[in-house]
């Protein structure tokens, strides 16, 4: 009797031991789909907010990723001074073909190089207002730097006041397109006869007189 009772104790060990591994693995494989579902999920946001894919393969979040860097500012242009710029524009009555650009080249190492700052007097030798006058004979050269000239006025000091000196030059010659031109643009040399300095007001005063203002 006892060994026919333990072995039925034995045998519903057994079936108990079989029960409990049963449901052990049903638990295990519902933690395992569940693990499986979180993993999912998570990999669904990690790609939502990731960048696009790097060179391995892997992605890269926006915060770090080369490809979103900002750009670097651009740097403005230095400005071109106000002189220079006016040997850009083309002279009135030019003609066509490049005759007009040449004589805007010509016209601004002219200019540039007589109303250079410098010097003990803020004045253009003889000589060289000679030379200029004759390189001013020119229509399309006279044109050129009248607009130059009247740029010049707007300069620093000793650059309007040999402007001024080549300005009364081409008056004293009786440059036709020197005339023409600073008779329509007179409030720019008028402009100066206000200036504290006394040199430049004079020289000013001159050239206003030679236009018959």
Excluded: I
Excluded at 50 to 75: C, D, I, R
């Amino acid at each position: 009797a006892v060994g026919g009772f333990a072995e039925a104790a034995g045998a519903a060990g057994a079936r108990a031991a079989e029960a409990a591994g049963g449901f052990g693995a049903a638990a295990m494989a519902a933690g395992g789909a569940k693990a499986k579902e979180l993993g999912a999920a998570a990999g669904a946001r990690w790609s939502a907010s990731a960048g696009p894919a790097g060179a391995g393969g892997e992605y890269v979040t926006q915060t770090h990723s080369p490809l979103h860097t900002a750009p670097p500012p651009v740097m403005a242009p230095a400005a071109t001074p106000a002189w220079r710029a006016a040997a850009a524009v083309p002279p009135a009555g030019g003609g066509g073909g490049g005759g007009g650009e040449q004589a805007g080249d010509f016209a601004e190492k002219l200019v540039a190089e007589l109303t250079a700052p410098g010097g003990v007097r803020a004045a253009v030798p003889r000589e060289q207002l000679r030379k200029f006058v004759a390189a001013c004979a020119s229509r399309d050269v006279c044109e050129a730097v009248c607009l130059l000239l009247e740029s010049c006025l707007g300069a620093e000091v000793q650059r309007r006041s040999k402007a001024l000196c080549l300005l009364e030059a081409l008056l004293l010659a009786d440059n036709a397109a020197a005339r023409d031109y600073f008779s329509r643009e007179m409030h720019s040399v008028q402009a100066l006869l206000s200036s504290p300095q006394a040199t430049l007001k004079d020289k000013a005063r001159k050239v206003v007189t030679l236009l018959g203002g």
